[in-house]
């Protein structure tokens, strides 16, 4: 049973810059499909950004220029590097992977299967 275990989340102030980790170490398939989505309080989870099997990068329209989706050499960490952080940023942060075959869009929820608990990001 994969499991994702993030860190980084905590309290930050506006303005701040943020990095968000995920250890995806558990996949052992290289051509690994992964991703970040927050939660605001009471709202529906929607998608930040993702990586997709062939390593392409993929970015939600409203943080785009704000975020930065990357895995390390070895594809055991996931990380997701905030800037510039807004009240409006507060979240839950989940970092997702999916384990099964097929060609789909990075950023749909539906596209993954195995979820994160969720760090949470308070911005004051």
């Known amino acids: 049973h994969v499991q994702l275990v993030e860190s980084g989340g905590g309290s930050v102030q506006a303005g701040w810059s943020l990095r968000l980790s995920c250890d995806v170490s558990?996949?052992?398939?290289?051509?690994?499909?992964v991703g970040w989505f927050h939660q605001a309080p009471g709202k529906e989870r929607e998608e930040v950004a993702g990586?997709?099997?062939?390593?392409?990068?993929y970015y939600a329209d409203s943080v785009k220029d704000r975020c930065n989706i990357s895995l390390d050499k070895d594809k055991t960490t996931l990380y997701l590097q905030m800037s510039s952080l807004k009240p409006e940023d507060t979240a839950m942060y989940y970092c997702?992977?999916?384990?099964?075959?097929?060609?789909?869009?990075?950023?749909?929820?539906?596209?993954?299967?195995?979820w994160g608990q969720g760090p949470q990001v308070p911005v004051s």
């Open positions: 558990g996949f052992t398939n290289s051509r690994k499909f």
């Open positions: 997702a992977a999916r384990s099964r075959p097929g060609v789909v869009p990075p950023l749909a929820e539906s596209s993954y299967n195995i």
């Open positions: 990586i997709n099997s062939s390593g392409g990068l």
